[in-house]
């Protein structure tokens, strides 16, 4: 095996997992239930205090989960909220915390904007090996961003002789989406190349349409015994139809929304010893993302009858970290980053008083240093880490994490996890200038939380674990439009919030049947609304935050029934929650109802490669709103194919 790169990778995995697999020459990341987002060094699942959950890449595939965000909803303490059709504004919400609490890593680059914000209807599975998704704060590895957890897309790196995969889907709603992948491996050389499309019409009536293109490309390269290099790269191109305004009354027939993402990073890994290693990793993520309104007809000529906008955002990075054995089963990780964030703005709008445009143009530096122990002897394992920032806007600013595994017996492992998180404001809550006004004072919104799980294997039947939870977020920002003095800024840290929960999960297999529930229970609650006064207010004292659901259960079960077919079905409940009917002014206070849906799937082997596939959605057509004014999509069944050469 290579020398160095992965002894140092595999020191702590060496009490935790198998002997036998230090041998092995795959990668590490292969390994099955190895979990490479939560500490610096790859690490068994079961030997971290946090709550990690692996989404196999093809396991969604053949359940026909086409975006990350659907693969989210079955992870328990997890939301989703979408704005209705396929394509919209989609947010996820991580144990209560704001959407903007979450780091979305593609392999291993940033992809979030500055300040948090990210929108999952532009990362879909076709090209994914894996999501692993951590539960709890990982700013002290990660830094901004990551105060509720982390979600890493690993996309496919190939391996083994050359195979090539072609996969073809339609049904309701006007959709098809396909694509082509390649992958294999060559004398010291790895590689997997994957061209996805989607084209759906919507749910609405008119200018629904959403078409996507994604390429990825990722390849791996052992360079000597000591170096092993990795390349990977994603582009994608998205377009969205939207005729509804702010309150999701349908209105506009030719407003759209685009998008054009790229990522690329570059890792090369280095064996000094056979206990020391360095890791260099160089990262770019390039945004520029915008909405087109153009005048509905020469007769559309009252008001803002048009409207145009462009931000394109940009982050790039550089990471050094050495990893160094420092006694049986441990691993000190010390490194840097440096990353510069830039983000330009454009818009134009036309109205019945004339035209008008606005430009603006930030850039920050952030400078971090971090160090990370993680250590396992015997039944116990820890990790500790912490995190000092230094950033252009805000200043200095320092987060920690700790966790804990304690495997009592064979049949039951207590676990436990805390830390600090933080997230920077955004370029404009920092800067905004004109009819609202940015606070260049403004600190970091800041986050404290700890969990405590236990699981317990049932035997040879099933499995359980429990996890309780709870965050407290402090210096939230917010906005008012009654700033306290004249000419004084719109943002403020002043809002102060709480979460706390518990998710259960009971997984079993019988023989071909494969069985999971999943329930979680969250409570919020709003402890300071800052200048956010009344019912109308996003921020309510004593109420819960907003779209954030009390309960949430799902169950699912697969079934082998034959060597050429193979079921699946899941039943999703998900509980009432709060929300705003922003039609009126001040909004209108309002609850969105419960609501379940159910899907099944079915795989059919016609050959050894080649698979038909056949699901359904929503199978009985509950009507419902992940956002209010946003219907969600009905009944939807689709009918596709998949075919494979090679290998």
């Not at 790169?5 to 795959?26: D, K, M, Y």
């Not at 068994?44 to 693969?71: F, K, N, P, Q, Y």
Request: charged content about 25%.
């Amino acid at each position: 095996m290579s020398y160095g790169i992965r002894t140092t990778a595999l020191a702590v995995a060496a009490s935790l997992v198998p002997v036998a697999l230090i041998g092995q020459e795959p990668d590490p990341v292969e390994i099955d239930g190895v979990v490479v987002t939560a500490t610096p060094v790859p690490i068994e699942r079961s030997a971290l205090g946090a709550s990690v959950t692996i989404l196999d890449g093809d396991d969604l595939r053949r359940r026909g989960v086409l975006r990350v965000a659907d693969a989210l909803r079955a992870v328990p303490g997890v939301v989703v909220a979408r704005n209705g059709s396929f394509g919209a504004v989609t947010s996820v919400f991580f144990r209560g915390a704001e959407s903007d609490h979450l780091q979305v890593l593609v392999d291993g680059v940033q992809v979030n904007q500055p300040g948090g914000a990210f929108d999952f209807a532009s990362l879909t599975v076709d090209d994914i090996e894996r999501i692993e998704v951590v539960r709890g704060p990982g700013s002290a590895l990660y830094g901004s961003d990551a105060v509720a957890g982390v979600v890493q897309v690993i996309t496919r790196r190939g391996g083994g002789r050359p195979e090539a995969t072609a996969t073809v889907r339609g049904g309701s709603y006007g959709r098809l989406d396909g694509s082509v992948s390649v992958s294999g491996s060559g004398t010291g050389v790895s590689y997997g190349l994957t061209l996805s499309r989607l084209s759906t019409d919507g749910l609405l009536d008119f200018n629904n349409a959403h078409d996507q293109t994604v390429a990825t490309g990722q390849a791996r390269i052992q360079i000597d015994a000591r170096t092993e290099a990795r390349i990977s790269a994603r582009m994608s191109d998205r377009t969205y139809g939207y005729p509804t305004d702010g309150s999701g009354a349908v209105v506009d027939r030719n407003q759209q929304s685009f998008g054009d993402e790229s990522t690329v990073a570059l890792e090369v890994r280095r064996g000094l010893t056979a206990a020391v290693a360095l890791r260099g990793l160089v990262t770019l993520a390039d945004v520029e993302s915008g909405t087109d309104d153009a005048p509905d007809s020469p007769a559309d000529t009252l008001g803002f009858f048009g409207y145009q906008s462009l931000d394109a955002m940009r982050r790039a990075a550089f990471d050094l970290r050495a990893d160094a054995q420092v006694g049986e089963g441990t691993v000190l990780s010390v490194g840097g980053e440096f990353e510069q964030q830039r983000v330009r703005s454009f818009s134009e709008s036309q109205s019945a008083f004339g035209p008008s445009a606005g430009r603006s143009e930030y850039e920050r530096d952030n400078r971090a240093g971090y160090a990370h122990l993680v250590a396992g002897r015997g039944a116990v394992s820890t990790n500790i880490g912490a995190r000092l920032e230094s950033n252009d806007q805000y200043g200095r600013f320092a987060t920690w994490q700790v966790g804990l595994s304690w495997t009592l017996d064979d049949a039951t492992r207590i676990r436990g996890a805390a830390g600090s998180g933080v997230k920077e404001p955004t370029f404009f809550e920092a800067w905004a200038t004109g009819f609202t006004r940015g606070n260049p004072d403004l600190d970091p919104e800041r986050s404290r939380s700890f969990e405590v799980g236990v699981e317990r294997s049932l035997g040879s039947v099933a499995s359980l674990s429990v996890t309780a939870f709870r965050t407290d977020l402090r210096d939230l920002i917010q906005y008012t439009g009654t700033p306290p003095q004249p000419e004084a800024p719109n943002y403020f840290n002043v809002a102060e919030a709480r979460t706390s929960g518990v998710e259960a999960s009971v997984q079993g297999d019988a023989g071909p049947l494969g069985w999971g529930v999943d329930w979680t229970l969250l409570d919020t609650e709003v402890l300071d609304s800052g200048y956010d006064e009344g019912p109308a207010a996003t921020f309510v004292e004593g109420e819960a935050l907003l779209r954030r659901p009390g309960n949430q259960l799902r169950v699912a079960a697969d079934w082998t029934a034959t060597d050429a077919v193979a079921v699946d079905a899941a039943v999703r409940r998900v509980g009432e929650r709060s929300d705003r009917d922003f039609a009126t002014f001040p909004a209108t206070p309002v609850t969105l109802d419960a609501y379940t849906v159910v899907e099944l799937g079915a795989e059919i082997r016609l050959h050894e490669r080649a698979v038909v596939t056949v699901r359904g959605e929503n199978l009985f057509d509950e009507a419902y709103q992940e956002v209010f004014g946003y219907a969600a999509p009905g009944r939807a069944v689709y009918l596709g194919g998949r075919f494979s050469i090679g290998r």
